[in-house]
């Protein structure tokens, strides 16, 4: 994997009710990037995420994951949480060391507990959230329900980028509702679609949705707003809309919700997509902390040339040793230098420091250096 700087790196959580399909849509995030050849399945036990035996046994995650993503020269630290509640620890670990989250939602279900504790964790860690309402290819998948019950439940500002392109109750893509096209997945399902005009028979309902997310995203800054009510939604230009949205999700009016099938590789480049132009890279994100040295608080800034701070969010132990997963949120990590235990006083060397994806680990930078981000 390529070194990336703070700029191009996003640090993402998956959450969601269990078996909304979390570890599914990581699998289908690195099938659509190519960083797999084959799109493994929760039945077969063949996820990069699940890699657990007994992961594999129950069909069901047990341990958080990280999954390193490359989208168009930018890195998303992806981090597959495990959904049920027993284990509603990995949920807060990941929530303090990310800067964005996934909150999956099966349109079969709805919101359900898993959604609005995610939901209610993810605000309170004041994180910028993107909902994706999974399964639509499901029969009983029903987007519209889901969107009413987010906006009713957990937040109404929730605000569809994209809904279903479905045709006599089959999902065939997804409608972008900032380009007005239609996304049709490729019979490949590898995460590769065509561009195209949306349906006739849902042109309408199309617009209605177009409105509702061009007045959010006109309100947010006086010059849109102006154009939008000269000229209309077509005044705006594609830089406009995505800065609109980008100040709507700082503001806190606009809660994107993008939708499809992890298993049909159906929304799911648009996430990835949606990732990069709205989660902030780990540059943008200024985090503050207590010096337990002096007691004081500093603010961390993600560059490699300020001094170090990590944070350990997870130990993992298995028959081939003991693993730290630690977030660098400045400086720079060099294998076999000393590094502080701010807690314990105790200095630790960082015997090698690799990047991981799931069970396998690979050296994160060519100079056996982690920087922050
Ligand atoms: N039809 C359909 N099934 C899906 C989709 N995504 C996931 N599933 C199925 O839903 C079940 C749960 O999927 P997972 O990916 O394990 O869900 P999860 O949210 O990671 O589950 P936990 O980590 O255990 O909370 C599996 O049987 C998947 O095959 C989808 O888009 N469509
Ligand atoms: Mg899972």
């Given at each position: 994997m390529?070194?990336?700087?703070?700029?191009?790196?996003?640090?993402?959580?998956?959450?969601?009710?269990?078996?909304?399909?979390?570890?599914?849509?990581?699998?289908?995030?690195?099938?659509?990037?190519?960083?797999?050849?084959?799109?493994?399945?929760?039945?077969?036990?063949?996820?990069?995420?699940?890699?657990?035996p007994d992961e594999q046994r129950r069909g069901m995650s047990i341990n958080l994951s990280v999954i390193p993503i490359e989208w168009e020269n930018r890195k998303i630290n992806l981090i597959d949480v495990p959904g049920f509640a027993d284990l509603a620890g990995d949920m807060a670990a990941a929530m303090r060391v990310v800067d964005g989250a996934i909150i999956v939602v099966d349109a079969?279900?709805?919101?359900?507990?898993?959604?609005?504790?995610?939901?209610?964790?993810?605000?309170?860690?004041?994180?910028?959230?993107?909902?994706?309402?999974?399964?639509?290819?499901?029969?009983?998948?029903?987007?519209?329900?889901?969107?009413?019950?987010?906006?009713?439940?957990?937040?109404?500002?929730?605000?569809?980028?994209?809904?279903?392109?479905?045709?006599?109750?089959?999902?065939?893509?997804?409608?972008?509702?900032?380009?007005?096209?239609?996304?049709?997945?490729?019979?490949?399902?590898?995460?590769?679609?065509?561009r195209e005009q949306v349906p006739q028979e849902l042109d309408g309902l199309m617009h209605q949705w177009r409105s509702d997310l061009m007045d959010k995203?006109?309100?947010?800054?006086?010059?849109?707003?102006?154009?939008?009510?000269?000229?209309?939604?077509?005044?705006?230009?594609?830089?406009?809309?995505l800065h609109g949205l980008q100040v709507g999700i700082e503001q806190h009016s606009i809660v994107p919700i993008v939708c499809g099938s992890a298993h049909e590789v159906t929304g799911v480049a648009q996430l990835l997509k949606t990732i990069v132009e709205t989660v902030p890279a780990a540059a943008r994100r200024d985090v503050t902390a207590n010096d337990l040295t002096t007691g004081e608080q500093v603010t961390l800034h993600a560059s490699s040339d300020e001094p170090l701070a990590a944070l350990v969010f997870k130990s993992i132990a298995d028959p081939y040793g003991k693993m730290s997963l630690f977030r660098v949120y400045s400086g720079t990590i060099h294998t076999n230098n000393g590094t502080m235990n701010a807690r314990t006083g105790a200095t630790n060397a960082v015997p090698t420091s690799t990047g991981c994806a799931a069970k396998s680990s690979a050296k994160l930078t060519t100079s056996g250096r982690v920087i922050s981000g």
């Open positions: 390529k070194d990336y700087d703070p700029e191009r790196i996003h640090n993402v959580g998956v959450f969601g009710h269990v078996g909304c399909g979390k570890t599914t849509l990581s699998e289908a995030m690195l099938y659509t990037a190519h960083a797999i050849t084959r799109m493994g399945r929760i039945e077969d036990g063949s996820t990069v995420s699940d890699y657990d079969t279900g709805g919101v359900e507990v898993g959604t609005e504790q995610a939901y209610e964790m993810a605000r309170r860690a004041n994180l910028p959230c993107i909902f994706f309402i999974n399964k639509l290819d499901r029969d009983n998948a029903n987007f519209f329900r889901c969107v009413e019950q987010i906006r009713e439940l957990l937040d109404d500002a929730a605000t569809p980028l994209y809904i279903p392109c479905s045709v006599a109750r089959k999902l065939k893509g997804i409608i972008s509702l900032r380009t007005a096209m239609a996304y049709i997945t490729t019979d490949q399902h590898d995460g590769s679609y065509n995203i006109a309100a947010t800054d006086d010059d849109l707003i102006e154009k939008y009510l000269e000229s209309g939604e077509d005044a705006l230009s594609s830089d406009d809309r």
